[in-house]
Structure formats: C-alpha cells, structure tokens
C-alpha cells in the first residue's frame, strides 16, 4: 500500500464523509458529556472494556484482553490475538478508547483469512500497516467517538 493510493482512498471517502458531518453539525444536538466525569473504578472500567469489545465481535476464544502500561494488539496468529488498553481512574476515555481501538486491530487479525489452502500466502496476511491502522481508527473514531465534539463546529 502506497501513500498514493492511500490519498486516493481517503480521498472517496472524504467525498461523501465531509458532507455527511456538515448535515450531522447543522441539524444535530451534541450528546451530554455529562456521564463521562467522575471517577471510575478500575475493575469496573475492565469489566466494560471487555462487555465492548465482546460487543464489537472480539472472540476470547482465540485472544485475550488485558491490562499494560501502554495499549497494543500483538500475538502469534489470528487464533493467537492479545490486546491490552490502561485505565485512569479519573478519565473513563482512555481505557475505554484504547480498548474500542485495539479491538479494532484485533478485529483485523481474528478476521483474516485462515483457510489452510492459503496458509503462508499474501492473501492470510495482514496488508498493511495503513489499513491496520484504519481498521481501528475506524472503530475508536467513527463508530465510538469518546472525547471527540464531532457536533460542533
């Protein structure tokens, strides 16, 4: 995947994105923030990181989640996907969109193509770092939007 052909995939997208947001912006009622202040047990901030990520598709069968000092998807295989998101008691946000985007790659890897007749070709493997790094923008950005005033203008 090439820089090139990335700005042109953005670019469609875009097309149709940036309207899309300007419409939402003009005609929408930014959702209460409220909720997010507080603080926030650990345990409980785990226990809904992984109800999301179950949520979004993540098999516990074939990965794990966890806590570290930083939030990352790494693992042997796709049968083999571990993901990892922190906590800060006085932040919700950030366990909860590291884990929405780290599932986002664990989506990516659990969902490549295992069938045995292309083991080892480019086919069951990943494409590339950018749509890697799509898959759980996609889903930290777009689909949850923690933290971000996608309303205002």
Known sequence: M????????FAEVRKDLVPLIADLRSKGTA????????????????????????????????GRLDVSVHPFTGGSHPTDVRMTT???????????????????HALYEQGRNLDPAWEGLPVGNSLSMGIHES???FWERMV??????????
């Open 135 to 137: 898959q759980s923008l």
């Open 2 to 9: 090439t820089y090139a052909r990335l700005d042109q995939i």
């Open 144 to 153: 949850s939007n923690l933290g971000r005033d996608l309303y205002s203008s």
């Open 31 to 62: 959702p209460s923030e409220t909720w997010l202040n507080g603080i926030w047990a650990v345990e409980q901030q785990a226990a809904l990181c992984k109800e999301v990520a179950l949520a979004l598709g993540f098999d516990t069968n074939i």
């Open 86 to 104: 922190r906590f800060k008691e006085h932040d919700l946000t950030e366990g909860l969109t590291g884990a929405i985007h780290e599932t986002g």
